[in-house]
């Protein structure tokens, strides 16, 4: 997959939206610290490879189902970054497929 990045103000997150995809990825640090990796994603094309190299656990992650403004999450958490996929609240994909991407 190919997206493109966008680190949020000061650094807080980091957010790739996907092409392909009805979905898109937010990674922030737990501790909601600025985090100085997330500024060499900054519009540029990002791929899930450099995704999963932040979250190299992500196989093992537990999601829990959220809603958020209109959106459909999916969030999990490992010892260093939160991270919620986001669609639509009419997307059709189940949360697995939105998952495994």
């Known amino acids: 997959m190919i ?6 103000q000061m650094g807080k997150y980091l957010s790739v939206s996907f092409d392909d ?3 898109h990825v937010m990674i922030r640090r737990i501790d909601k610290q600025s985090c100085d990796s ?6 540029r094309i990002v791929t899930n490879v ?8 992500w196989n093992s992650l537990v999601w829990k189902s959220s ?24 997307c ?3 949360d697995e497929q939105i998952i495994t991407g």
């Open 67 to 90: 809603s958020i403004a209109y959106s459909r999450g999916l969030t999990a958490h490992d010892d260093r970054f939160s991270v919620t996929l986001l669609t639509t609240e009419d």
């Open 21 to 23: 995809r009805d979905w």
């Open 50 to 57: 450099e995704v999963e190299q932040l979250l190299p656990n």
């Open 92 to 94: 059709s994909l189940s």
């Open 38 to 43: 997330f500024g060499q994603y900054h519009g």
């Open 3 to 8: 997206g493109r990045g966008y680190m949020g």
